[in-house]
């Protein structure tokens, strides 16, 4: 089994940075892509920002110059560095693994497609 552990949220003054972390946990062989969605009251949830496992990046238009996403591998984490953060960066923030390969307690590998952590709140006060 495959889980996702987020965490570093919190409430933040406009203008302010938070650091995002997501662990992937479980005998992980490999993860393709890993990646950032938020999810706004009353709105669809949105990419912010994805990594594949050779470092190829994508963001947001809305957060291009302002947030990183990087990654370590060894540790099966991906981070968000986010900076200037803007009211309208308030949302809940979840991670995403793409394509993770896995042994099971049976011993058998499994591919998961897509396995999404649980969430962590980030408030941008003006």
């Known amino acids: 089994q495959v889980q996702l552990v987020e965490s570093g949220g919190g409430l933040v003054q406009a203008g302010g940075s938070l650091r995002l972390s997501c662990a992937a946990s479980?005998?992980?062989?490999?993860?393709?892509?890993m990646g950032w969605y938020r999810q706004a009251p009353g709105k669809q949830r949105e990419m912010v920002a994805t990594i594949t496992s050779g470092g190829t990046t994508n963001y947001a238009d809305s957060v291009k110059g302002r947030f990183t996403i990087s990654r370590d591998n060894a540790k099966n984490t991906v981070y968000l560095q986010m900076n200037s953060l803007k009211p309208e960066d308030t949302a809940v923030y979840y991670c995403?693994?793409?394509?993770?390969?896995?042994?099971?307690?049976?011993?058998?590998?499994?591919?998961?497609?897509?396995?999404w952590g649980q969430g962590t709140l980030v408030t941008v006060s003006s």
């Open positions: 479980g005998n992980i062989f490999s993860i393709n892509a």
């Open positions: 995403k693994t793409e394509d993770v390969i896995a042994a099971q307690v049976t011993g058998s590998i499994k591919r998961y497609l897509a396995v």
